[in-house]
């Protein structure tokens, strides 16, 4: 397996910060471990313990969803057709994250 590339789309800018689109990017290690890129004025790099702490501080219920670059080598959570960090989006949610089509 290998790190997997993300972008954080955004419906709604609550915070009135981000702005709308796609706000940031990232990466998710093989040992779960994040780097995320944020984009804009400001932009900055933090590195998280996993997506779905990323989720629970910018997700905003759901205004921030998780698109995958390259869903082509990524293996589900075990026991259900779901990528990492999607559990918890939909548990927020009820909606599935966003997954670009691969060429």
């Not at 915070?15 to 796609?22: A, C, K, L, Y």
């Not at 293996?75 to 060429?103: M, N, Y």
């Amino acid at each position: 397996m290998k790190p997997q590339t993300f972008e954080l789309l955004r419906y709604s800018d609550i915070s009135g910060v981000s702005g709308t689109g796609i706000v940031a990017e990232g990466c998710v290690f093989t040992d779960g471990s994040v780097a995320l890129r944020w984009h804009g004025a400001n932009p900055s790099t933090a590195v998280w313990p996993d997506l779905d702490s990323i989720l629970a501080v910018h997700g905003h219920c759901g205004a921030t969803v998780v698109r995958w670059l390259d869903v082509s080598e990524m293996e589900t959570v075990p026991g259900t057709d779901l990528l990492p960090g999607e559990v918890a989006h939909i548990l927020a949610t009820g909606r599935h994250t966003h997954k670009a089509v691969s060429a």
